[in-house]
């Protein structure tokens, strides 16, 4: 009784099997050259025709080739690595700019130092907003030999005031709360505009009460309120620093074009203040001979 080989059964639909090998021949498999192209079984008719276009793959023809877009990217025409460029065109984060440079070639760095600067308007801030409060403290609770409440709404009465019960605590509260605020250096534009016109109500108010200019007159002298007003306008043009509560505001390092508002407000406010409250002529009898 002869074995014979285990053949697989036929299913409906399936290929017609091949021819059979011939005797000696090695069996061949299609990895063994992947290329070849294997005959058709006999008695098979194919019309399919095998793709062979991107458009017959179904790829999608806008996609470009390596070889379209290596000059686009720099360095990848000369590469021999297969590694991305460093200066990779299609990346999401542009490469920093370069450095500025001067005329001379030599570059250009940014230098946040100050120095002292800060430290100076601290003492600026200090010397202005202490002489400030003890004025006022002078005109509100008669320390410091000073005239107390009722003394300087005497003084102002005898000195052409019209309406001394709005002005005596316009002008205690101007010089103690701008005078605290510029020490602390908080809200510095709106504390030292106020401040400014306080002295500049001041200066007026002085300059009135005797012809001519009273710069340095014996007994009448506005030198103290001419330095104030300069130095209530500088610090209004410089900013606080960064050694006060202001630190994180623009005005604080870099004032511009609010400081020249702020002392445009506060002329404008001494000017209307004393126009309303005293309404006398301080440039009566100023010659320059």
């Known amino acids: 009784m002869t074995d014979k080989p285990n053949e697989p059964s036929a299913v409906a639909g399936d290929l017609p099997p091949a021819a059979p090998r011939p005797a000696g021949e090695p069996v061949r498999s299609p990895f063994d050259s992947p290329t070849e192209q294997f005959a058709t079984p006999s008695g098979v008719q194919t019309t399919e025709k095998l793709p062979r276009t991107d458009e017959e793959l179904g790829l999608d023809p806008e996609v470009p080739l390596y070889s379209q877009v290596m000059n686009v990217i720099p360095g990848a025409a000369d590469s021999t690595t297969t590694e991305p460029s460093s200066t990779y065109t299609f990346a999401s984060i542009p490469p920093a700019p370069p450095s500025p440079a001067d005329s001379n070639g030599r570059v250009r760095r940014r230098d ?154 506060a002329i404008a406010a001494a000017i209307l203040a004393y126009t309303y409250l005293h309404g006398g002529n301080p440039l009566t009898g100023i010659t320059f001979d």
């Not at 002292?116 to 004025?135: A, E, K, N, S």
């Not at 030292?192 to 002295?199: K, M, Q, S």
């Not at 001519?212 to 007159?217: E, I, K, L, R, V």
Request: hydrophobic share 50%.
């Open 112 to 265: 946040d130092r100050r120095g002292t600067l800060d430290l100076g308007l601290l003492l600026l801030r200090l010397i202005i907003g202490g002489t400030f409060v003890y004025h006022g403290l002078q005109k509100a609770t008669g320390w410091f030999h000073g005239p107390g409440y009722d003394g300087i709404r005497t003084a102002m009465e005898n000195g052409g005031w019209k309406h001394v019960d709005l002005a005596a605590p316009l002008l205690i509260a101007g010089e103690l709360g701008g005078g605290i605020m510029v020490a602390l250096g908080v809200a510095t534009p709106l504390a030292a505009g106020a401040l400014l016109a306080v002295i500049l109500d001041a200066w007026m108010w002085k300059q009135s009460m005797v012809p001519g200019f009273q710069y340095s007159a014996k007994g009448n002298s506005v030198e103290l309120e001419s330095v104030l007003v300069g130095l209530t306008t500088v610090l209004i043009l410089t900013g606080p620093g960064r050694l006060s509560f202001d630190r994180n505001r623009g005005w604080a390092t870099r004032p511009f074009w609010g400081s020249f508002a702020a002392c445009a407000a």
